[in-house]
């Protein structure tokens, strides 16, 4: 039995995917949420295989992916959301969804979706194929992701440098890779790509 936490700020939206849900085999629905404040604490409580997540919900939904990918990791997270382009797609990869399935496609696949989920399978709905393109955040490591984020938000590289202890030759060495896998020229390109892509904190 897959355990799912359904979280979506629209009461409707939940219960016509509930029903479609509880009229498959091998699903069940421990709690539902519509907010990332009730959906942190379902997920604790409930310890679900599944989160099933709007990127819409009131506090968060995007966040909540990156924290509870953290906290819980053996939890696995799929976004179904009304955004059905980039960046919204990788951004949710990125930050630890394993599947992705727009609204408009949820009817047909939803159950399909949170199978391959369940089982550790990367998801994306058919709809979605041809409009995924790599954003390049996924190339980055952990630390140049950070490198990245600090250099969009204004920071020095002797800031970045003096915050985490390590030598401002090192910080360059990130950045100059930071840019070439991104492909940006500069620091305001970086800014500019942060602002496209939502991730600016």
Not at 92 to 113: M, N, T, W
């Amino acid at each position: 039995m897959i355990r799912i936490v359904m979280a979506d700020d629209h009461a409707i939206v939940r219960k016509g995917f509930r029903a479609l849900i509880e009229d498959e085999p091998g699903f069940c629905i421990v709690a539902e949420c519509d907010g990332a404040d009730g959906a942190r604490d379902a997920a604790v409580t409930s310890r679900p295989d599944v989160l099933v997540l709007d990127l819409s919900l009131p506090g968060g939904g995007m966040a909540l992916i990156s924290e509870m990918h953290q906290r819980q990791p053996e939890m696995l997270i799929l976004v179904l959301s009304m955004h059905d382009s980039e960046p919204w797609i990788s951004e949710a990869f990125s930050r630890g969804a394993i599947g992705y399935v727009s609204k408009g496609a949820a009817h047909r696949e939803l159950p399909d979706a949170l199978r391959a989920v369940a089982s550790g399978q990367r998801y994306l709905s058919s709809d979605l194929g041809q409009r995924c393109q790599p954003t390049g955040l996924e190339l980055l490591t952990e630390r140049e992701r950070d490198v990245f984020l600090r250099l969009a938000q204004g920071q020095t590289p002797k800031q970045i440098a003096l915050e985490h202890g390590i030598s401002d030759k090192t910080v360059y060495q990130h950045r100059k890779a930071v840019r070439a896998k991104l492909q940006m020229r500069n620091d305001l390109d970086l800014h500019r790509l942060a602002l496209e892509l939502g991730v600016l904190r």
